[in-house]
């Protein structure tokens, strides 16, 4: 039987120029489509129909300490498109161990993270979103 292995530390996560790093612990990265793919009815003699969506969209949250020098990459990312109203970027993110991966072209932030402060080192949730991109869930090596 083969092994397969998973390493966070071998998640790449490149925003604009910049490569990401200083991740909370547990979930750091979550990638997923904004709109259902495949939607379906069923009538009332049983009929079934189904439609498919062309929204190409996709929602990014990136979790990251408190600490971490990306808050910073965001938050100038995102104070610049709100003054120029297109200061988009593109992203990547890809498992360096698998085969997992995501890259789009054109990406926005959301909003700003959440500010919170207490006793212990913290995180700051920040929600991107595309108008495109390329999603492939895989497996690892």
């Keep these: 039987m083969a ?11 490149v925003i604009g120029a910049a490569i990401a790093t200083g991740f ?5 990265v979550d990638i997923e489509e904004i709109s259902e793919g495949v939607t379906s009815v069923a009538g009332a003699d049983g009929e079934v129909a189904r439609s498919t969506s062309a929204d190409p969209r996709k929602k990014i949250t990136l979790t990251l300490l408190q600490t971490s020098s990306t808050n910073d990459v965001l938050s100038a990312l995102y ?7 297109n200061a988009t970027f593109p992203i990547a993110v890809k498992d360096l161990r698998g085969r997992s991966l995501f890259a789009a072209s054109t990406a926005w932030i959301t909003k700003y993270a959440k500010l919170d402060f207490g006793k212990e080192i913290g995180s700051r949730e920040w929600v991107i979103e595309t108008s495109d991109g390329i999603l492939f869930v895989g497996g690892n090596d």
Excluded: C, N, Q, R
């Design 3 to 13: 092994l397969a292995t998973y390493a966070p530390d071998e998640v790449s996560i």
């Design 24 to 28: 909370a612990d547990g979930t750091f």
């Design 79 to 85: 104070a610049a498109d709100k003054v120029s109203k």
